[in-house]
Each structure stands twice: as structure tokens, then as C-alpha cells.
């Protein structure tokens, strides 16, 4: 099998015994710049090696056994401005990097998502939007499409506010791929409408997404793109550190009654280190524009806890993660005597994460063990009608690579395990096992102004459904991307990716009425894999006073599969058979932000999507309209206030059961006030959002017709850090 043979060559490459090399040294001092004293716990990244480290309590910091060549360094904390720099390093030399972070419009995007490790993203063959701990608090909301739906590229799907989960250029469901510090969340919400993911976005460091396919390290459920949310004691936090830090985040709103809040500590004495955080938030109905939505409301709270030993040579560690939620299913005001339904779900996460630094030819070797127990209960008229359970065993291990000249990368190894059953009405699939199995590896070839990356994975997935036929499917991705720098601060990058992707339980086994899809299913046991080709386009510009980014996506993908609707209606629900027909995806992405003044600041963006079955030229459903952004920031020290104008057009490019969506134009007002010393940060923010109390419908939305998106509201947040 040549996908097989590429994919151990690849694995040999990555385990070639490391040559002798020359290391230097790299090192500095952080400050911060409207005071000039000493920035304590910023944090300095080297990349592309990925590693991390932070200032001290003089704001020195110092990376040891850098190998010869040239890096990006970039510098990092709360509420300020990063700073990048490149840097040479010599063998037996050490290069200094001073930085003084100030207060400023620009962040760049850093991300561990893409490649694994963190990295400044100009480079990456992947396009990535990064949300940290300044934006976040001021969105907060009870479900992660909620929080995303105004990124570039991101729409989201929703069946009610609690439900709302993150579409990614096009791509929903199965081909999307929700994480929790590099795991998946054990949810299910990939499956159905009404479903919505256990993450509290308030107890969150940084929410990542990686659009396009990133298959190669997540497998084949990662072929739209990745989200991923990483806590604040963030596990992929390699070092302790001495004392005590910590946060607390308060938010409050009109319209829909938000309130919430959350909090959490770090507590570190020599090697060890604890932390523990919890929170949670309600919202009630909330009104739109013109009517109340009736059973709309959401609940959501979070425990988490956790210890670990980390020294010069490796680190272990063990968290334990609860999370409770409840949440409404938007009421039709025209059905006659409706049956109200909420979705009642628990998750319980264990997880121990190890790793060895330094260890031989290796730079880092990561492995983690993680267990979750989910469930749901969908209750209707105050009694549970369908319980849904979903256990995962999932193991990963990482071998980090000592670059070899020119030559850097990793390789690994991912397992599965996974119990799923479901009792009461809509037990549409019988109770399943899944086993799944991969092995990958991500080469990297660096050169002056650029790199060469390539790398495949191997993966199967095996279903054994009670009382029905097993099915087994081995699939191989692979891809292979250019990065060249045109200009000091602008890339090119151009990406070719080939990915598999078995077809999930739903899709094959159910069958009967889903109401969270509207639709009577009928799975299909015979389907194939999917297979995708596509290709991705980027020019980048990353400068102190510009920003900017233009992508451009293509997808090819053989046997697509999609619920096609027979023309016939069982128990009120358009019936529906899963089929595979040949689909593509194509569109366009571009982003500006550019410093017309140090204070003042425009912000551009704009997104588009086509997605259709290619025989029949038959729209998808659910494709997001043509979007386009239009915003200023106006800056006076640690002030900041950004008007904005959100527009989208009319939405006629359907699928045949669906119906159109009007245009429509939104006017948000957010300010905010930074306070940012040397061992604590406060962040006072205030948004206005539809500002006009404009009425307009999400075409993404199972329940658009009677439940319009939400209209006029404040929003309050307050956080602050210390460290």
C-alpha cells in the first residue's frame, strides 16, 4: 500500500540517530515599557523549536543548547503588545534579545494547535485565529459557536444558544474537531443539532482554531479544522514555577440575564505545582428584535483540579475535570400545545500527562492518558425521555525531535477506545464500540526564508455494533506544504493535503426520528471512507503596524456523505438516507488590521464559502452566506473603543428542503480599560452588541423560522490576573 510505505519512510526519517551538533545560547531581559521595571512571568517563545520559557523575577530569561541557525523569538504577557525579534545563533555564542512590551493594538497569533508545539504562526502552512484572555471574558457565553461565530472563516450551527457549535469554512459535524488541551472532549455534539460541547469558555487561557485540514496530528475527524481550548494552568506548561498566581473573571448582561464567573489559582513549591479553578454561568431566554424566544435559557458549571512533579528532565501530572450542564430547546410559539425539552449533560474527565526533555536524540518526548464519561439526558415535559452515554480511553505519545541541521519534526503514536450506547425513544444506533488506532509523523525541512514540511499518517477505525455486522476502515493522509518569505515580514504559503475519513455511528447505524436534526434517519452500513484533496493558498503580512492575511481554499472530496432526503414524511420528519455523492468546497478568507495612526486602528475582514455536490450541482446545506467586517480601535493608553459593523448577504445558494436567508447589518460597540503592573493586570470591558436591535436570522440554524438570533444587549466583564 503506497500510503503505507510513504508513512513508515517517514517514521524511519524521524528516528535516524541524531549527528553531533553545535548549541548556543539565547537570552534577555523583558520590561515593561511605561514603567521600565523588570516584567515577571512573560512568557519567551523560540521558534521554530517550540519551546518556552518564562522572565523571572528580574525579567531575565535564557534558553540553553539552542543548535546553530535562525529563530523567532517572541515575547508575551497579560494585557500587552507582543514583541518579536529574529535572532542568529551561533555555535559556543550566546545572542541576546531585549524586549520592552508595552500597552498596543497588535497580538501576534501563537498557537500550539497547529504543529503541536508553539510557534508563531507567519510561517505555518495552517491558517489560525487565536482568542486569548482579553477577549474572551467579554464573549463570554454558554457554547463555543456563541464565541467564535465573528471569526474570520467560522459561522456557527446552532439549534438555540446552548447548542451552538463552531463551523469551520463550510465543514460541521464529524468533520470538525473539538478539543480540550489537545483531547477530544468526549462530547457529542458532532452527532446532532442539539447537542452542545462541555467547555466554559470563562476558565479558558486561549481558544484556538486551525482552519483546513488538519488531519496529519488529529486524524481524519480534523478535515475541516480544529478548535481547541486550553486552560489557564495550560497542560502543555512545561516548567513550575514558585508561589502563587492566579485569576478571577466576572461577566454580566441585559437581554438575556447573563451572569457568571469564574476562578482559579496555581500554587508552585520548587518542583511541584497545583492549581484548581472552577465557575459557571446562567443566561435566561433571550428576546430578539421583535419577540421573546421562549425556553432559550442556559446553565453551565465547571470544576477542575490538578498536581504534577516537573523538574530539569521531565515532568508528570494528573487533572481531574467535572462539568454540568443544562440547557433549553427553543419553543415554536406556533405548534399547538408544545412539549418543552431541555438536554441535561455531565462530563467527568480523568487525564495524566508525562514527558521527557532532553532525551537523547529527542528534544521532548509527551505521552498522555485521558478517560471521560459523558452522558445527556434529553428531558421532555419534566421527565428524561433519551439518556446518551459516551466513554473514552484515549492514550497519545509525542516524540519531539532534535533538529538535525536543516531537519526538525515529530512523530507519534494515537489510540481509542470507545463505548457508546443509548437508552429511551431515540435510541437511533445500537450500542457500539469503537477502536481506532494511528501512527504519524510531521517532517520539516528549514531553509533561509522558509521552510518545507510534509508528513502522513496511517489510522483505522473499527465499529462493533450489537447484533449487526462489524465495520473496519484503514485510511492514509498525507500532505505536503512550501512557506517562503517574500519580504521581511510577508510569506507565501501554499499547502497540498490528502485525507481519509471513516464514516461515523450516526451515519451508519441510525435509525428512526432525530427531531435534533429534523429529520426521520436512515443510516447506511455499506458507506465508504471519504477521501478529500485540497489544496490551501495564503500571503501574510506581520508587521508592528500591519496585520494581514489572504487565504484561498479549494477541496475535492470523493464519497461525501450527506443526508439525502426521499420525498417521503415519517412521524411529522422529513425522512432522509445517508448517501455519498463527490463534493467540493471552495472560498476565500482575507483579514486586515492596520495602525493608520499609533492610536487608531482599522479592522477588515471578510469570508466565502460554496460547497456542492459536483454531479448535480447540488447546494449543501448549511453553507454560511458571504460575510465581511468593517471596524476602528481607537487607543489612548489602556483605553480602548471599537465600533463595529458586521454585514452579510442574502443566503439563496440552498440545499432543496432549505430556505433562504436575508441579509442582514449589525452594529457592535465594545470599549475596554487595561491595567497592566508588574505582578497583576486588570481588564474593565463593556460591549453594546446589535446595536440597532436588528431582527435577523442565522442560516445556520436548524430553528431560523421561528427563533431569530438575539437582539439589543449589554454586556459587563471584569478580570483580573496575578503573578
Not at 161 to 187: K, N, Q, Y
Not at 262 to 269: L, Y
Not at 613 to 622: A, F
Request: aromatic share 10%.
Amino acid at each position: 500500500m503506497p500510503g503505507r510505505s510513504f508513512c513508515a519512510s517517514l517514521l524511519v526519517l524521524a528516528i535516524l540517530p541524531a549527528h553531533a551538533q553545535s548549541t548556543g545560547t539565547v537570552n534577555g531581559t523583558v520590561t515593561l515599557d511605561a514603567t521600565r521595571q523588570p516584567m515577571h512571568a512573560a512568557r519567551i517563545i523560540l521558534s521554530p523549536l517550540g519551546r518556552s520559557v518564562e522572565s523571572d523575577e528580574e525579567g531575565k530569561y535564557e534558553f540553553r543548547d539552542v543548535p546553530e541557525g535562525s529563530y523567532e523569538l517572541l515575547a508575551r504577557a497579560p494585557g500587552l503588545a507582543d514583541d518579536r525579534q529574529s535572532v542568529r545563533v551561533a555555535a559556543g555564542a550566546t545572542a541576546t534579545a531585549d524586549f520592552a512590551l508595552r500597552l498596543a493594538r497588535v497580538r501576534e497569533t501563537v498557537t500550539v494547535t497547529a504543529t503541536g508545539r508553539e510557534e508563531v504562526t507567519l510561517d505555518l502552512m495552517q491558517s489560525v485565529s487565536a482568542l486569548g484572555q482579553i477577549e474572551l471574558p467579554l464573549k463570554s457565553a454558554s457554547s463555543l459557536g456563541e464565541v467564535l461565530e465573528s471569526e474570520t472563516g467560522i459561522a456557527k450551527r446552532s439549534f438555540g444558544p446552548g447548542t451552538a457549535r463552531p463551523v469551520v469554512r463550510g465543514f460541521d459535524g464529524d468533520r470538525v474537531l473539538v478539543l480540550e488541551d489537545g483531547i477530544r472532549t468526549g462530547s457529542l455534539s458532532s452527532q446532532s443539532g442539539d447537542h452542545g460541547e462541555p467547555v466554559d469558555v470563562n476558565k479558558l487561557e486561549r481558544l484556538e482554531v486551525v482552519r483546513g485540514p488538519a488531519t496529519l496530528l488529529y486524524g481524519p475527524n480534523a478535515v475541516g479544522g480544529v478548535v481547541n481550548a486550553i486552560s489557564r494552568h495550560d497542560v502543555f506548561h512545561q516548567h513550575a514555577h514558585d508561589g502563587v498566581r492566579g485569576y478571577l473573571t466576572g461577566a454580566a448582561g441585559s437581554n438575556n440575564g447573563l451572569g457568571g464567573g469564574s476562578g482559579g489559582f496555581e500554587f508552585g513549591a520548587k518542583n511541584w505545582q497545583f492549581w484548581a479553578s472552577g465557575g459557571g454561568q446562567r443566561t435566561g431566554d433571550y428576546n430578539a428584535a421583535e419577540s421573546r424566544v421562549d425556553n432559550s435559557q442556559t446553565r453551565l458549571g465547571q470544576t477542575n483540579a490538578g498536581g504534577g512533579i516537573y523538574g530539569e528532565k521531565g515532568f508528570l501530572s494528573f487533572n481531574y475535570g467535572f462539568v454540568d450542564s443544562r440547557y433549553g430547546i427553543p419553543i415554536d410559539p406556533d405548534e399547538e400545545g408544545p412539549e418543552v425539552a431541555d438536554l441535561l449533560l455531565r462530563r467527568h474527565t480523568y487525564r495524566v500527562s508525562a514527558g521527557l526533555k532532553n532525551a537523547g536524540p529527542f528534544e521532548l518526548v509527551q505521552a498522555r492518558v485521558n478517560y471521560s464519561d459523558y452522558n445527556h439526558q434529553e428531558i421532555v415535559g419534566g421527565e428524561p425521555e433519551t439518556t446518551l452515554f459516551n466513554k473514552q480511553f484515549i492514550y497519545r505519545a509525542v516524540f519531539d525531535q532534535k533538529r538535525r541541521g536543516r531537519l526538525g519534526g515529530s512523530f507519534g503514536l494515537w489510540g481509542m477506545h470507545r463505548d457508546y450506547k443509548t437508552i429511551g425513544e431515540e435510541s437511533l444506533a445500537p450500542p457500539t464500540t469503537q477502536n481506532a488506532f494511528a501512527a504519524f509523523a510531521l517532517q520539516e525541512i528549514n531553509f533561509e526564508g522558509g521552510r518545507l514540511q510534509f508528513g502522513g499518517r496511517i489510522e483505522q477505525n473499527k465499529y462493533n455494533p450489537m447484533d449487526l455486522e462489524s465495520r473496519s476502515f484503514t485510511g492514509f493522509s498525507g500532505a505536503a506544504g512550501l512557506s517562503k518569505r517574500l519580504w521581511k515580514d510577508g510569506a507565501f504559503v501554499v499547502n497540498y493535503s490528502h485525507s481519509y475519513r471513516a464514516p461515523a455511528i450516526e451515519e451508519l447505524y441510525n435509525f428512526g426520528p432525530h427531531p435534533g436534526n429534523l429529520t426521520f434517519e436512515i443510516g447506511n452500513p455499506g458507506l465508504h471512507s471519504e477521501k478529500n484533496d485540497g489544496i490551501d493558498l495564503s500571503l501574510r503580512h506581520q508587521s508592528s503596524r500591519v496585520h494581514a492575511e489572504v487565504n484561498f481554499f479549494y477541496y475535492h472530496i470523493n464519497d461525501f456523505v450527506s443526508l439525502a432526503p426521499t420525498g417521503n414524511i415519517e412521524e411529522g420528519l422529513i425522512e432522509a438516507e445517508y448517501l455519498q455523492a463527490d463534493s467540493r468546497f471552495t472560498g476565500a478568507e482575507a483579514k486586515l488590521e492596520l495602525g493608520l495612526h499609533r492610536n487608531f486602528w482599522l479592522n477588515l475582514g471578510f469570508d466565502s464559502v460554496d460547497a456542492q455536490l459536483t454531479d448535480s450541482e447540488t447546494h449543501l446545506p448549511r453553507i454560511p452566506p458571504v460575510r465581511g467586517r468593517i471596524g476602528f480601535d481607537l487607543r489612548h493608553k489602556g483605553l480602548s473603543f471599537r465600533p463595529e459593523l458586521m454585514l452579510a448577504s442574502k443566503q439563496d445558494r440552498i440545499f432543496p428542503t432549505e430556505t433562504p436567508t436575508a441579509g442582514y447589518a449589525l452594529v457592535n460597540l465594545a470599549a475596554s480599560y487595561t491595567l497592566v503592573r508588574q505582578h497583576h493586570m486588570h481588564v474593565f470591558a463593556a460591549q453594546l452588541f446589535n446595536a440597532g436591535d436588528r431582527l435577523y436570522r442565522n442560516h445556520l440554524s436548524f430553528i431560523k423560522e421561528f427563533a431569530p438570533e438575539i437582539g439589543r444587549g449589554v454586556r459587563f466583564s471584569y478580570t483580573v490576573q496575578f503573578f
